[in-house]
């Protein structure tokens, strides 16, 4: 396994692998690895010659408020893991590296990311865009695996893609939980016990909208109102928000259809988390 961190050099890599005919697998992260980051190694390493992850924390997506000074890093712990899943080149560049100091192109998305997370975070999706055609620039991936978890960003990415003619192939990787229930985030490590705890409130919520919905609810105002009765006896949990939309478009719905996406954002502390899940009637 080799690591990367001139930008440069990542292409010629890619560059000399595409022209002798292998096909490149990537896994984007910000690092801090979990088992949800190792499911999406493991997804890709059956699907190429050459597997690469990045490892960035990208400074665009962050705003002004936000943690990214506190984000947790751990590379020494990254790369053993890496070399746990086979992956063949760690991409690990400076912020410096990777954008200049005049920077002034960005890639905007338009559709979809004005609603849930983009609602709450300005501008975050601008740089998650930004950095990924940044990224499959310098990669050259046949594909890339992208968590679930992470819906609208999915999303998002899939519609970049497809409007600017990426010759990427986005791979969807299933949400990972831990046996509790609560999907895995490299922000969980923020929670104190008790919020840990709480913050089962959301897999809950989700639960309990999918079993109303199998026994026959469709409205989307009475399945809401459960979700925002639950998660508010919970102590500390503040909601930023609970949508239904179509899974496509993001667009709200107020009857429950087939593939509705379920997403929601709630705060704990200063610990925001996300969780969702696909409703099929």
Same mark, same amino acid.
């Given at each position: 396994m080799k690591t990367i961190k001139s930008p440069d050099e990542m292409q010629r890599v890619a560059l000399d692998l595409k022209r002798a005919g292998k096909t490149i697998g990537f896994v984007p992260t910000m690092g801090f690895l979990h088992e949800g980051h190792l499911s999406l190694m493991k997804l890709a390493r059956t699907r190429c010659d050459v597997l690469v992850v990045s490892i960035f924390v990208n400074p665009t997506q962050f705003g002004p408020a936000e943690d990214l000074d506190a984000y947790p890093r751990d590379f020494e712990r990254d790369e053993f893991l890496c070399a746990q899943q086979g992956v063949d080149l760690i991409f690990y560049p400076e912020p410096g590296a990777m954008y200049s100091a005049d920077s002034s192109v960005w890639v905007d998305e338009e559709a979809l990311s004005g609603v849930l997370c983009g609602a709450s975070r300005p501008g975050h999706f601008r740089g998650v865009c930004t950095v990924v055609a940044k990224l499959f620039n310098l990669v050259q991936p046949d594909l890339a695996v992208f968590g679930e978890k992470d819906a609208q960003q999915l999303r998002v990415i899939e519609r970049m893609v497809r409007d600017l003619n990426f010759p990427v192939e986005i791979v969807r990787g299933p949400i990972v939980r831990e046996p509790?229930?609560?999907?895995?985030?490299?922000?969980?490590?923020?929670? !104190?016990?008790?919020? *840990?705890?709480?913050?089962?409130?959301?897999?809950?919520?989700? $639960? @309990? +909208?999918?079993?109303?919905? !199998?026994?026959?609810? *469709?409205?989307?105002?009475?399945?809401?109102?459960?979700?925002? $009765? @639950? +998660?508010?006896?919970?102590?500390?949990?503040?909601?930023?928000?609970?949508?239904?939309?179509?899974?496509?478009?993001?667009?709200?719905?107020?009857?429950?259809?087939?593939?509705?996406?379920?997403?929601?954002?709630?705060?704990?502390?200063?610990?925001?988390?996300?969780?969702?899940?696909?409703?099929?009637?």
């Amino acid at each position: 396994m080799k690591t990367i961190k001139s930008p440069d050099e990542m292409q010629r890599v890619a560059l000399d692998l595409k022209r002798a005919g292998k096909t490149i697998g990537f896994v984007p992260t910000m690092g801090f690895l979990h088992e949800g980051h190792l499911s999406l190694m493991k997804l890709a390493r059956t699907r190429c010659d050459v597997l690469v992850v990045s490892i960035f924390v990208n400074p665009t997506q962050f705003g002004p408020a936000e943690d990214l000074d506190a984000y947790p890093r751990d590379f020494e712990r990254d790369e053993f893991l890496c070399a746990q899943q086979g992956v063949d080149l760690i991409f690990y560049p400076e912020p410096g590296a990777m954008y200049s100091a005049d920077s002034s192109v960005w890639v905007d998305e338009e559709a979809l990311s004005g609603v849930l997370c983009g609602a709450s975070r300005p501008g975050h999706f601008r740089g998650v865009c930004t950095v990924v055609a940044k990224l499959f620039n310098l990669v050259q991936p046949d594909l890339a695996v992208f968590g679930e978890k992470d819906a609208q960003q999915l999303r998002v990415i899939e519609r970049m893609v497809r409007d600017l003619n990426f010759p990427v192939e986005i791979v969807r990787g299933p949400i990972v939980r831990e046996p509790d229930g609560l999907a895995m985030s490299s922000r969980n490590k923020y929670l !104190s016990e008790e919020q *840990r705890r709480h913050a089962l409130c959301l897999r809950r919520s989700l $639960d @309990l +909208i999918t079993s109303s919905v !199998s026994k026959g609810t *469709r409205n989307v105002s009475s399945l809401r109102k459960s979700m925002v $009765d @639950l +998660i508010g006896e919970i102590p500390g949990a503040e909601i930023d928000y609970i949508e239904f939309v179509a899974d496509d478009s993001l667009k709200p719905v107020l009857e429950v259809a087939d593939r509705t996406l379920v997403a929601l954002a709630v705060k704990f502390g200063k610990t925001r988390l996300i969780d969702n899940t696909v409703l099929v009637v």
